[in-house]
């Protein structure tokens, strides 16, 4: 059984005071919950600013940190970039790659994912890897074809035995910050779309290995709906992770759900 896997990308948001101010609200409302600490795992993606201070407050917790993006190059001239090892000195463990807001604001290529991906290995880094549809690309009935080629692309170059060091999110891009979510069975649908994506590039029982996460619009009011689904894994969180107590509610329904083993 896959261990959930709640993930906070906090995207342009809190200042390395507002991250501290987080941290104490956050562990208590979550240890708080039945007494039972901190479960499902834990991620949050912070600003690059907040990676250091963060750190250090969560270091005697489960809470791990990730990057918002990286770069493929170890060190060079490459302005406003970061690189793997940077992140990794920062105290992050996972990366988010590919998110749409990169993809469609900044112009990101799934050549450059592929790219970000095994550099993230690499480094020993945990990449969650982004793919979802926008909503012309849903209405034209391509869904599961633009799915698959972000997840065929972004896993190409990753080995088989490198599959549990892989988060794949499915993150439909009419869904992110519009209040708007996908219905739970056509999460699912698409998800297991992706499992098979992923085998078919990996090998069978790849998928087995690879978690799998919803994001779009994701709060403790929903997140149930969709964890009933085996083949979700856990969530990407955008602005329900914000809120301390109610990214701690988030993290206590996925536990109702799939209770620790």
């Not at 992050?92 to 993230?120: F, N, P, Q």
């Not at 009011?221 to 107590?245: K, T, Y």
Request: charged share 25%; aromatic share 6%.
């Amino acid at each position: 059984m896959r261990t959930p896997l709640l993930a906070a990308n906090w995207k342009m948001n809190k200042t390395i005071e507002e991250a501290l101010q987080f941290v104490g609200p956050f562990l208590q409302a979550a240890n708080a919950e039945e007494g039972k600490g901190l479960w499902p795992e834990i991620l949050i993606c912070p600003p690059f600013t907040a990676l250091p201070a963060l750190s250090a407050a969560l270091a005697e917790s489960s809470v791990g940190l990730g990057g918002q993006d990286v770069f493929w190059e170890k060190q060079g001239a490459f302005t406003g970039e970061i690189s793997p090892g940077m992140l990794k000195d920062a105290g992050c463990t996972y990366v988010i790659v590919g998110h749409s807001e990169r993809r469609h604001l900044l112009g990101e290529t799934d050549e450059m994912v592929e790219a970000k991906v095994r550099a993230a290995l690499n480094e020993g880094l945990r990449p969650v890897i982004c793919v979802g549809e926008t909503l012309e690309e849903r209405e034209k009935g391509d869904t599961y074809e633009v799915c698959r080629r972000m997840t065929r692309l972004g896993l190409a170059g990753v080995k088989p035995d490198e599959a549990s060091s892989v988060v794949m999110a499915y993150e439909p891009v009419w869904a992110i910050g519009t209040g708007k979510e996908a219905k739970p069975e056509d999460a699912g649908k698409v998800v297991r779309h992706i499992r098979e994506t992923v085998d078919a590039v990996l090998g069978p029982g790849g998928s087995a290995q690879v978690r799998v996460l919803y994001g779009g619009s994701v709060k403790s009011a929903n997140i149930r709906q969709f964890m009933l689904d085996e083949d979700i894994d856990g969530a990407l969180v955008g602005g329900a992770s914000l809120d301390p107590v109610e990214f701690a509610r988030i993290a206590s329904e996925i536990r109702k759900v799939r209770p620790p083993r």
